[in-house]
């Protein structure tokens, strides 16, 4: 038997189990010529799925009611008619969420896990790992000696983002949600400061205390009231890295929101969204980097993996109540 999760419904606010729909079917699983078999072992949960659920305009097209979800996969060869694959390969791309699937191999890339575990290329060695390090040289070129303030630093961009600050000689401040997350930015990850924005009273008096010489850079992960606060501690030239917006996904009206403008010009600022296809042509570079890192220790990086096919909706789901710490992986 094979399963399958379908979005049954596009969600109104934050998603809920009955947004979705589990499928279980005798798999018939037979290929041609070219095709393999493969059985899902990781699954990677990611806010921007939130985007692609919704019938919006994006830089995605919006999954189908009805059909198979997809997100980054790691899965394992059963079967092949393929000569690029072989049986047990182990191998990452978009996926459908399903145990098992068939595909011609397109847009797959076979993956290693003798050296790191096969997780890791859904984080650090994925895109989770390549939008942190291209969202950060590409947009907010960093100097040594400049301070980076990064918000959903705890979660899986975030945490690497600030890493990346630390190696290349940036002043490294992390905004998260609870205390424990913002000891592991501190004692794990080598921030050198962190604002809990649950139990602070004045978030921008707070980010100015931990950067008494303003912001150069900001990655944003979450958009909402706290990059507001970022905004009243910019320098001149500061660049901001819009990488996401977790805060106001599940918004059911338009955010309000203060005007940017006055911040942008009286700075000199630079405010850039951007998504990770916008590089591709550094990827090589990055991977290069990220890797070598990796291996010397430089880098490191913390998972939430929870175990079975049935949790990935309600891992999803956790996403946005800060229920990780660094990526979200559902192990199969």
Known sequence: MTKTILLK?????KPS?????????EADLKINQGEIILETIYVSVDPYLRGRMSDAKSYV??????KPIQSGVIAKVIASKNNNFTEGDFVSGMLDWKTQ?????EGLLKVDGSKVPLSAYLGILGMTGLTAYLGLNQIGKPKAGETLVVSGAAGAVGSIVGQIGKILGLN???????????????????FDAGINYNTSKDISADIKKAAPNGVDIYF????????????????????MVICG??????NTEIPKSISVQPFLVRNSALMQGFIISNY????????????????EGKLTYTETIVDGFDTIPNAFIDLFEGKNKGKMIVKI
């Not at 699937?101 to 191999?105: A, F, H, N, R």
């Not at 490294?172 to 080598?190: H, R, S």
């Open 9 to 13: 419904n596009r969600p109104e606010g």
């Open 17 to 25: 189990i009955s947004d979705f729909e589990f499928v279980t079917e």
């Open 61 to 66: 097209p919006s999954f189908q009611l009805n």
């Open 101 to 105: 699937q068939v595909s011609t191999g």
């Open 172 to 190: 490294v401040i992390g905004i998260a949600g609870t205390d424990e997350k913002i000891e592991m930015l501190k004692n794990k990850f080598g």
């Open 220 to 239: 944003d992960n979450v958009g909402g009231p706290i990059s507001d606060a970022v905004l009243f501690n910019i320098n001149k030239f500061a660049r």
């Open 245 to 250: 917006a977790i805060s106001v996904y599940n």
């Open 280 to 295: 591709a042509e550094k990827f090589p570079e990055a991977m290069k980097h990220l890797s070598g890192w990796l291996a």
